[in-house]
């Protein structure tokens, strides 16, 4: 084995308990992350600097695949919600479903409709409290739309 290998060995257990907290107690999912994590930590190994603990280092790559495959899948997107149906750029031939996604808007509170519409008009997501309320607010709408 070689020092990578050993290293990230001697912690991989903690780091699966770190990995199953992230994922809500989803084992497989928590194994995936950790698997990431590896080939991640792998590549990035040379910026690893041995006087400092490995331990550490390597959580905080565990967190930031998490993080980055969290903003990959973003719980919905809207282009996700428009599509099979949900075609709002076609305004002459509403499907049933674009104006069920008109109800479902509709329905939520009005700080949820200012958010989705800032979603469509691409605005700013730049701060992780903005992003998690993006999330919140397009899970909101996929649950009235019956969408997982």
Do not use: I
């Not at 903690?14 to 107690?25: E, S, Y």
């Not at 490995?54 to 969290?70: G, N, Q, S, T, Y």
């Not at 700013?124 to 309320?133: C, K, Q």
């Amino acid at each position: 084995m070689n020092s990578f290998e050993q290293l990230f060995e001697s912690v991989r257990p903690r780091l699966l308990g770190l990995a199953l907290a992230l994922t809500g107690d989803d084992r497989e999912a928590a194994e995936d992350l950790v698997q990431e994590c590896a080939l991640r930590a792998f590549r990035k190994f040379d910026r690893y600097l041995e006087l400092q603990p490995f331990e550490p280092w390597v959580r905080r790559v565990l967190v930031r695949v998490h993080l980055d495959a969290a903003e990959r899948e973003e719980t919905v997107s809207l282009d996700a919600l428009m599509k099979d149906g949900f075609d709002v750029e076609d305004p002459s031939s509403p499907s049933e479903e674009c104006f069920a996604l008109l109800d479902a808007v509709a329905a939520l509170p009005p700080s949820h409709q200012v958010v989705v519409f800032s979603v469509v008009e691409g605005g700013d997501w730049s701060t992780s409290a903005a992003r998690m309320r993006r999330r919140r607010v397009l899970a909101a709408l996929a649950e009235r739309l019956g969408v997982s």
